[in-house]
Every structure is written in C-alpha cells, then in structure tokens.
C-alpha cells in the first residue's frame, strides 16, 4: 500500500511537471504522440457527437458500472459480531457453536453444518443445515429442530432472527455419527 | 487517558471475577487491548468515552449471556468513568472439573 500511494505521489508529480512544462519537459516531447493523437481524436469525436454505436454502448456501460460500484462501495459492510442488544456482542462462531451442539443432540440428526450472519439489528440469521437417515419425516424432524434450537438459544440469551433449518437426507455411513 | 492502563487493568479483574467467564478475549479480527509504555492489558479496550470488554465464556454456560454482560458490567462500572461499556463473548471454553 505504501509503495503504491508512493507510486501515486512520483506519477502526480511528473503529470504536474509535464502539464505546465515546467523545467523545460513538456507532453509533447514525449513518446506518446501516436497515443495522445488518438486520444485527442477521440475527445473531438465525443464533443461532435460522432461516435459509433458500439463506443457509446461501451461509454454507457462503463458509466453504469461505475454507478454499481459507486454504490455498492456506499454500502455499509456486514458487522462481524452479533449484536444482543444493550451493548453485549458474540462472536459467530459462539453462535455457530451452540446451534451445532443442540443439533446434534436431536436424536434423528447424524450431522449438521452452521451458518451464522451478524445483522445490524440485534440477533443472528442462523442457517442450520442438518443430516438425517432417508425415508425419515422430514416436515417432524424440522419443526422440533426449528423449536428445539430457539428455545436452547433463547435459555442462554442468544437472540436469533432469522432461523433456516434444511434438512439434507444422507448415508449413515458417510456422517459424523451413525446412530444417536 | 493517562488512567487508561489502569481502568484496564481493573475491569480486567472485574471480569475474571465474574461467574461465567473463563479467560479475557484476545480480539478476533483485531487485537482488543490497552497500551501504555511498555505495558499491555489484553482484552480491554479502553476508549475516551467507551470501555469494551472482550470475554471467553466458561461452558456449559452458568447463566444466560446478557446476564453475564450485565453482573460485568455492574463490576466495572463504579471505576468505568461513565463510559459506555460493552461486553463481547468471543468463545466459549469448556473448563478443566467439567466432562463434556
């Protein structure tokens, strides 16, 4: 970074220089002239109006691009903790940890992955993605999962906003455990 | 902030003596700490107008989080300054007499 922002500083310095001509050094003189004609055709061509379709397309499309990033770069970032309300915060990985650890004591769950993304308001957006045998009842193992993991997190005060269980039918033989 | 090692030194002990937290945090991202001199205070960062607390709690947990938050923040407050204080939880640890 600092090598850059050095960089930066000596270009500066020499645009400045060439630009008023200064100490006798002037744009001309440079080796540009192919690529400083073409450019002032260009210009000349944008302040006629005569540019081919395919250069306003490229024009507008960089514009637009630039717009995106203008505001995606205004987008406050993500916050890395979860936020419990009255000043108290936990890492996502406190989060990721208890969800996984009730998961995994739901006797139909042989395995299961944590997602966990801090929001600005307090609470997490939890996504829980749990191993079951097939053939099981999918739609019972989620809805006692679901309330299963609220009411462990909700006992140790972890707030949760947004809760996702999916549930993801496997082999026995390829999960953590086998049988609970 | 000249009293800024020492604040930190004591909400350190304030919070170790809480029930429920294992060891002072050391920061996940950045380094939480207090510097003076040649000294360092891990896991309290002291501010000008705030204090933040970083703890690894002791598992299973002896209480809910925010209460945890709350008896540190109780602790610490009588030397805090009136500076707004906030608690993270970094990790949890299991202590050595429990076997999980």
Redesign the interface.
Known sequence: MTLLLAGLFVLGVYIVVYVFELFDYSLSSLPISDFSKALQDFVTRVENGNLSVVTVTILVLLAVLGLLWFIAELKPSAPRRVRMGNGTYVTRSVVEEEVSTIAEQVSDVLGSSVGVKARRSPGAQVDLEARVRRGEDLGTIKSGLNSKVREYLSERGLPVSKLNVKLVEADPRQTKSRVQ | MADAIQLARAATEAALATEGVYSMGRG??VEAATYEGSEKVSGVVVGPEDLEIHIV?RYP?PR????I??NI?KRVSPEAGGR?????????EVAEDENL
């Open positions: 996940r991202y709690a947990l809910p989080i925010p209460e938050a709350e923040r707004m204080t906030t608690v993270v939880v970094e990790d949890l």
